[in-house]
């Protein structure tokens, strides 16, 4: 009998109180997740259902397979173009389809074996995947553990064949230098190369090996297209095949599949993949609000846990392609022959200061320490930290040094099994000439476009810079921010460890921000060579200046220093006033650029003077605080969330671009009420509270890095109209200006929140 759905959709199990703060043991939170939220906007690595989190391999269904944008699965698009094993930034692979030949020609099954499909038979979850090929009558279930796809397929024709497509555009990459060998009846092994992308400068291969249980009586080709059939024998309906991956070797791709994969128990596996998403999801239980609310928390929290992918096999061997030639290496390993951590093919942490950062390291610290670990790796085998890597190498997607916050912030909240002396050395390489800061995006053999040396020697970069163009994103003023602010996470790092003199040096830097400040216009603004403003100035100009922004929302980037930048525009009275106009202003847009990245340059969305659907002004509705008027966050924040990350539907649902889990996890921030301005990078991190969506939160607490076993948040009186705190209390101690330090919350307790409809 095959699994059933129904029970892997769920909603509730059962419903046991214990005490009065107990909350809901038994939720099938996987359950409550929307997989196809606004995957009608969807681009290659947003959209992935049949996978496990982080998985190396990322089995769905593609309904469009060229480019990295508007591809992958498209709601609306009607036609099943394969299943791909590979989901992740900048790499794709192993396309397959089930056919049935005696409903087409084996002439032209090469160029002709795609399927409609129909939605009101298709069912997704986290780790699972069903739905019906119209044109074979061909039922296929999909799931996988974290290195294996696991396919179920339910012929119905005479003539049984599976389609492996090796060549030609696949999402972001195009493949080539596809082959497969028959190894047995049943086993098939093959690789493919991801050819080289303007973004990913070098081939990346994936090696596989795939195990039916049927015959393959005869595996044919088409003529050296790419392209491969196999033809299996008749009899059974059901087939089922594994297909594990690797990055390294055949032999490690065998290793993957026995290892994680040694039965045909296709119903045991979607119910492991159900248990470690429950295991993940389950770590936030929230009470009270709507139906639709609590199943679009747990789809923003699926979304913060998937999208970066693990490169590493399962006995640690992974692919390290920094050198000037492709090496094979091996993760440290436990003393039971376990990676003692992953790594990870990763677009950039270019915002994650204030997504990721806090929401990993607050509930999943393990996360947090194997990225960690997994970017220091990076830096033994290449020499640089990156800030987002993709097949074993540097990508230098985005700019500036976007690692150092998160690296940083796992270290100041005790997450820190790592050398400190060397990680040190690492972030601050990255701060100097010759180090990531001085690279502009995909800038992959020149060290210009980043404008680090003018940044050094006159305080800010200039616009343009005068050597000329070498990468994306060289957008003067926008790379200025970044640094200081990264520079002042960096002085935090080395006051940690008594290195004053840095400390001293890098706080100096961190003050660059006051150089690309125009007082005469009350904006950030760019400036040339010469140290001349930019003229004519528009600052609600998009994505010209500064990087996917304007001037009116970039010039709220100093995280670091917010005091003193309300000094540079008349003091805290004004720049309240001023940012509070420009909220008034954004929501008559609905807070961001349309409902897409796509729309973000149209005329009519493109002059919000602040934008929630992308990563530099995300943390505009907590400035406030920040600078005395809390009431104001919590309005603002409240406004937004009720606007944006709201609802279930495929033609919406972030925005804007939701890379790799950044809007997932700030939307789930916002609902729970916790913040943190400059990502935990200080000494001594704190936390604002901003009041949760929901009645009640209780989030569990890692006892491997945290004295205490839950945070528990319960409100009073809380509803939309009920937006301002009113009293807040932890641990029955009050809370002063609504902060609330890191060490202080992980040893656990009960924050409890009045809530009112007025001000207090």
Not at 441 to 453: D, F, P, R
Not at 555 to 576: R, S
Request: glycine letters at 10%; one cysteine or more; proline letters at 5%.
């Amino acid at each position: 009998m095959t699994f059933s759905l129904c029970f892997f959709l769920m909603l509730t199990i059962s419903c046991q109180q214990q005490k009065q703060e107990t909350v809901k043991k038994d939720i099938n939170y996987a359950g409550l997740v929307y997989p196809q939220l606004d995957t009608e906007n969807s681009r290659w690595f947003f959209f992935s259902s049949a996978c496990r989190p982080f998985g190396l391999v990322n089995l769905s269904p593609d309904t469009e397979i060229d480019g990295a944008w508007g591809s992958g699965y498209r709601y609306k698009v009607d036609t099943i173009k394969g299943f791909s094993h590979i989901h992740a930034w900048q790499l794709s692979g192993l396309s397959m389809m089930p056919v049935d030949l005696g409903k087409t020609s084996e002439k032209v099954i090469y160029e002709d074996y795609f399927s409609k499909f129909d939605h009101g038979r298709e069912e997704v979850a986290p780790g699972y995947h069903k739905l019906h090929l119209e044109r074979y009558n061909i039922g296929v279930e999909l799931t996988s553990t974290k290195r294996v796809g696991f396919h179920q397929y339910h012929f119905n024709g005479k003539a049984p064949a599976i389609l492996i497509n090796l060549s030609g555009q696949l999402g972001p990459s195009k493949i080539t230098d596809g082959s497969i060998k028959q190894i047995e009846s049943k086993i098939i092994e093959g690789e493919l190369t991801n050819a080289p992308t303007r973004r990913r400068p070098k081939p990346t291969k994936v090696f596989f090996r795939i195990e039916l249980d049927r015959d393959v009586k005869e595996v044919l080709n088409s003529e050296d297209n790419g392209k491969f059939l196999l033809k299996l024998d008749e009899g059974k309906e059901k087939v089922k095949m594994k297909v594990a991956l690797s990055y390294t070797s055949l032999e490690n791709a065998k290793f993957n599949l026995d290892h994680e994969l040694p039965h045909w128990d296709f119903d045991q596996i979607v119910e492991d993949s159900q248990t470690e998403w429950n295991g993940l999801l389950g770590r936030i239980k929230v009470e009270g609000g709507t139906d639709e609310e609590q199943q679009r928390f747990y789809t923003d929290l699926w979304h913060a846990l998937q999208g970066r992918r693990i490169i590493n096999d399962a006995n640690g061997y992974y692919p390290d392609n920094t050198g000037d030639s492709f090496k094979i290496k091996q993760l440290p390993l436990s003393e039971n022959g376990e990676p003692l951590f992953d790594h990870y093919n990763s677009d950039s942490f270019w915002g994650a200061q204030w997504t990721i950062n806090t929401l990993w390291q607050l509930v999943y610290p393990e996360i947090a320490e194997s990225f960690t670990n997994s970017l220091l790796q990076y830096y033994q085998d290449g020499g640089l930290v990156p800030r987002g890597p993709a097949g074993g190498n540097y990508t230098y997607v985005m700019t500036g040094a976007s690692s150092t916050p998160f690296i940083i912030g796992a270290y100041q909240k005790g997450i820190s099994r790592f050398n400190l002396e060397t990680t040190y050395e690492a972030l601050k390489k990255n701060h100097m000439p010759g180090g990531i800061m001085t690279k502009a995006g995909y800038e992959h053999k020149t060290t210009l476009g980043g404008g680090l040396n003018y940044y050094i020697k006159e305080g800010y970069v200039p616009y343009p810079i005068p050597e000329g163009h070498f990468g994306y994103h060289q957008n003067g003023s926008t790379l200025t921010l970044e640094y200081a602010y990264q520079d002042w996470c960096l002085a935090q790092f080395a006051k940690s460890l008594d290195k004053i003199e840095d400390y001293d040096y890098f706080m100096a830097r961190s003050k660059n921000y006051q150089n690309v400040f125009d007082p005469s216009s009350g904006w950030m603004r760019p400036k040339n060579v010469t140290g001349e403003w930019l003229e004519p100035y528009d600052p609600y100009k998009y994505n010209v200046w500064f990087t996917e922004a304007s001037g009116a929302q970039n010039t709220w980037f100093v995280p670091h220093d917010l005091e003193g930048l309300a000094e540079l525009m008349g003091g805290k009275d004004e720049a309240i006033a001023k940012l509070n106009r420009q909220f008034e202003e954004a929501k008559k847009l609905g807070f961001t650029s349309g409902t897409s990245h796509a729309q973000e340059q149209h005329p009519e969305y493109s002059r919000i003077p602040i934008n929630y659907g992308n990563q530099p002004s995300i943390q505009t509705a907590f400035i406030f605080q920040n600078l005395g008027r809390p009431d104001l966050t919590q309005y603002w924040s409240k406004e937004v969330v009720n606007t944006i990350y709201k609802g279930l539907t495929t033609s919406r649902g972030y925005n804007g671009d939701e890379d790799q889990g950044l809007m997932g996890s700030l939307a789930v921030l916002m609902k729970i009420g916790l913040f943190q301005m400059t990502g935990g990078t200080e000494i001594n991190p704190v936390y604002q509270i901003t009041g949760p969506t929901f009645d009640r939160v209780e989030i569990e607490l890692n006892k491997d890095y945290y004295k205490g076993q839950k945070i528990v948040i319960e409100t009073e009186n809380n509803s939309k109209e009920n937006c301002y705190i009113k009293t807040a209390t932890f641990n029955d101690q009050a809370i002063e200006n609504f902060n609330l330090g890191h060490a202080q919350l992980v040893n656990g307790g009960i924050l409890k929140l009045g809530m009112s409809p007025q001000v207090p």
